[in-house]
């Protein structure tokens, strides 16, 4: 029997409907949320990223601001622009796409967002507040994840997680989000021995390590949760996930799909991060 697919693309659906009538309960009080948005480089996904996510903004009734700069850019020059935008009472969130060209300090960029401004949840400040329990905005995708999960019902108290992935955007915050919901949490990586033996052992399992196919159905706990963050491309030029979905679904129990899975929703938190940061300031939080 095959697994039940977690669809990302209703519950972002569904999520952008709810997003939408906040937004347009802000406008009303004469606020607008806006989203700021910075490109450096030519590289073709990050700029249909930017695309996606400056569309998914004026859909959802707020408004967006998009810089592109050349990829010889002075450092300088970003930098001063971000410092426009954290001093602009008008926008709500800045997100700065990322790789950024070599000659770029990636983390002192992520540093001079404003915190409350962070709406990636990258900057140190944010990472540790997520840390504490106390987040103010979780990182886009692991956030995404867990309305998924919660939306699939999937029980998570006493739940074994196995996280494959341990980079700062989704492993480690995923990881922190999990254990705040009392599961027992182990991350795997390249180090990691005997992948299969963990992999083996999870209720749930989330692959976020952008090999692809790499977890197959012999990988997987009978009737487990599956949930696929990798985004990948075959040699015929099509996206796949880290999973090996045909195999996967004939063993677990519910599974995303890729595409249609994780990515909508990550997009979909986006929004929901900058709406947030738009009520908090009209709250005078």
């Known amino acids: ?5 977690i669809d990302g693309n209703n519950l972002s659906t569904q999520v952008r409907e709810e997003i939408a009538q906040r937004a347009a309960a802000l406008k009303d009080k004469g606020i ?3 989203l700021a948005v910075i490109l450096v480089g030519e590289d073709p996904a990050s700029a249909v990223y930017v695309r996606n996510k400056v569309t ?3 859909k959802a009734g707020m408004r967006s601001i998009h810089d592109d700069y050349a990829p010889d850019v002075d450092p300088a020059v970003v930098f001063k622009r971000i410092d426009e935008l954290n001093a602009d009472p008008t926008v709500h969130g800045i997100l700065v796409q990322l790789p950024l060209p070599k000659h770029f300090d990636s983390e002192a960029v992520l540093e001079a967002i404003a915190p409350e401004k962070d709406v990636d949840g990258f900057h140190a400040e944010n990472v540790g507040a997520l840390m504490q329990g106390n987040p103010r905005f979780i990182p886009c995708t692991p956030y ?4 998924m999960l919660e939306s699939a019902k999937v029980p998570l108290k006493g739940a074994e997680v196995v996280i494959v992935g341990r980079s700062n955007i989704v492993g480690k915050p995923m990881a922190m989000l999990l254990l705040a919901q009392s599961c027992t949490v182990t991350i795997c990586h390249s180090q990691s021995k005997d992948l299969a033996f963990h992999t083996r052992r999870a209720d749930i399992l989330v692959a976020a390590v952008g090999r692809a196919k790499m977890i197959t159905g012999d990988m997987i706990k009978p009737g487990a949760t599956v949930i696929d963050v990798g985004i990948n491309r075959t040699p015929e ?7 090996d979905f045909e195999t996967a679904k004939e063993v677990a129990d519910a599974i995303t799909p890729v595409p249609g899975g994780v990515g909508p929703m990550t997009i ?3 929004l929901a991060n ?10 005078g939080a």
């Open 144 to 147: 995404g994840v867990m309305k």
């Open 237 to 243: 030029g099509k996206l796949c996930g880290d999973v």
């Open 1 to 5: 029997m095959s697994a039940t697919i």
């Open 268 to 270: 979909t938190m986006l």
């Open 32 to 34: 607008t949320p806006c």
């Open 274 to 283: 900058t709406l947030e940061a738009a009520e908090r300031g009209q709250r």
């Open 56 to 58: 998914a903004c004026e």
